[in-house]
T-cell receptor
Framework: EDQVTQSPEALRLQEGESSSLNCSYTVSGLRGLFWYRQDPGKGPEFLFTLYSAGEEKEKERLKATLTKKESFLHITAPKPEDSATYLCAVQGAQKLVFGQGTRLTINP | GAGVSQTPSNKVTEKGKYVELRCDPISGHTALYWYRQSLGQGPEFLIYFQGTGAADDSGLPNDRFFAVRPEGSVSTLKIQRTERGDSAVYLC????????????FGPGTRLLVL
């Protein structure tokens, strides 16, 4: 069975303090690993798709990387508006399976 | 263009009642998905449609839950004899094609069963 575990569950940083969020996964035949951002009361907003180990993608202060067992979402010099829950999901042969998310808070 | 839309945004009902939740996918997207999200958890897969047919309904928790997509566009998730445990956010997503394509989510319907 496909599984996704995200850590930490919650992370509090000061503005400008860089860090990384982890997504560990097991999947039969990875078709894609997805990162989403979710703000309170809203649906998940797509950030990145990664398809193979070694792949990296960047968008503003965010950078996603992928290995055969895990993905990292690196956040560089975050701002308060980066506060949100970050969700990781994998798609194998069938459905998309999500982790429980990391709740990120950036204090000004 | 317009994203995925869902109506209603909030629904309060009483235990035992029937509810319908609607999803309007991105135009041209053939794949449509329903998820359920409880507080503090990631979305949990319910059902996926490719065109008009349900390609995978393995996530539906029991036979009180049913979904249709009669014309291959709009979908309705139907819940019969609602229970308090059905309270959650119901999310809809669509993608251009299934299996590996990015899924784009709607804002969700917040269902509260009293």
């Amino acid at each position: 069975e496909d599984q996704v575990t995200q850590s930490p569950e919650a992370l509090r940083l000061q503005e400008g303090e860089s860090s990384s969020l982890n997504c560990s996964y097991t999947v039969s035949g990875l078709r894609g690993l997805f990162w989403y951002r979710q703000d309170p009361g809203k649906g998940p907003e797509f950030l990145f798709t990664l398809y193979s180990a070694g792949e990296e993608k960047e968008k503003e202060r965010l950078k996603a990387t992928l290995t055969k067992k895990e993905s990292f979402l690196h956040i560089t010099a975050p701002k308060p508006e980066d506060s949100a829950t970050y969700l990781c999901a994998v798609q194998g042969a069938q459905k998309l399976v999500f982790g429980q998310g990391t709740r990120l808070t950036i204090n000004p | 263009g317009a994203g995925v839309s869902q109506t209603p945004s909030n629904k309060v009902t009483e235990k035992g009642k029937y509810v319908e939740l609607r999803c309007d996918p991105i135009s041209g997207h053939t794949a449509l998905y329903w998820y359920r999200q409880s507080l503090g958890q990631g979305p949990e897969f319910l059902i996926y449609f490719q065109g008009t047919g349900a390609a995978d309904d393995s996530g539906l928790p029991n036979d009180r839950f049913f979904a249709v997509r009669p014309e291959g566009s709009v979908s309705t998730l139907k819940i019969q004899r609602t229970e308090r445990g059905d309270s959650a956010v119901y999310l809809c997503a669509s993608s251009l094609n299934p299996l590996g394509e990015t899924q784009y989510f709607g804002p969700g319907t917040r269902l509260l069963v009293l």
